[in-house]
Antibody, heavy 119, light 110 residues
Framework: QVQLVESGGGVVQPGRSLRLSCAAS????????MHWVRQAPGKGLEWVAL????????YFADSVKGRFAISRDNSKNTLYLQMNSLRVEDTAVYFCGRSASPVDAVDMWGQGTRVTVSS | QTVVTQEPSFSVSPGGTVTLTCGLS?????????PSWYQQTPGQAPRTLIS???TRSSGVPDRFSGSILGNTAALTITGAQADDESDYYC??????????FGGGTKVTVL
């Protein structure tokens, strides 16, 4: 079955770290670029980060640059988002998605994992 | 910083046609922005409707179409149905690996 499954969300205090994972199955993970997109409660979608198929290129939204890192392990068919120095405004549902290339739209989405940053 | 603009809301009658637009706070949207459109209902993951201006995703009904209209990207729903009631987001490629979403349009079918 072709799917993406996020995990790793939870409640964390401001300033702490959290790592999200996105497990891919049913397709050739190593052939696709991968994105993280988030949605704060009651708000719209916000693109967060993008990694190329081989992990050599990484791109970030200004709102997370320098705090978040994106990586992938193609041997494990898994995408990661390392979130450091978390802020209250990082509270959101985080979705992973795949795209054929960095200039292609996301064509498949995971169901999301919720991150709450609160003291 | 360039902002991607969308109408906050739209209402359409069942069977009617509605065109949502996606613009830039500065400049015009063209195909080089690879505009894409997503549909989302509350509590669900987004669903990809349109990529690269006008390429319909697999399984998307042909009542959804994408285009460039003037200086904006556009999503047209022709023959709206009740289950088209959703939030619709456009996304533009800004270059250098950066994508930006619009604020979304809430479509009501009534």
């Amino acid at each position: 079955q072709v799917q993406l499954v996020e995990s790793g969300g939870g409640v964390v205090q401001p300033g702490r770290s959290l790592r999200l994972s996105c497990a891919a199955s049913g397709f050739t993970f190593s052939s696709f670029a991968m994105h993280w997109v988030r949605q704060a409660p009651g708000k719209g979608l916000e693109w967060v980060a993008l990694i190329s198929y081989d992990g050599s290129k990484k791109y970030f939204a200004d709102s997370v640059k320098g705090r978040f890192a994106i990586s992938r392990d193609n041997s494990k068919n898994t995408l990661y988002l390392q979130m450091n120095s978390l802020r209250v405004e990082d509270t959101a549902v985080y979705f992973c998605g795949r795209s054929a290339s960095p200039v292609d739209a996301v064509d498949m989405w995971g169901q999301g994992t919720r991150v709450t940053v609160s003291s | 910083q360039t902002v991607v603009t969308q109408e906050p809301s739209f209402s359409v009658s069942p069977g009617g046609t509605v065109t949502l637009t996606c613009g830039l706070s500065s400049g015009s949207v063209s195909t080089r922005y690879y505009p894409s459109w997503y549909q989302q209902t509350p509590g669900q993951a987004p669903r990809t409707l349109i990529s690269s201006t006008n390429t319909r995703s697999s399984g998307v009904p042909d009542r959804f179409s994408g285009s460039i209209l003037g200086n904006t990207a556009a999503l047209t729903i022709t023959g709206a149905q009740a289950d088209d009631e959703s939030d619709y987001y456009c996304e533009l490629y800004m270059g250098s690996g950066i994508w930006v979403f619009g604020g979304g349009t809430k479509v009501t079918v009534l």
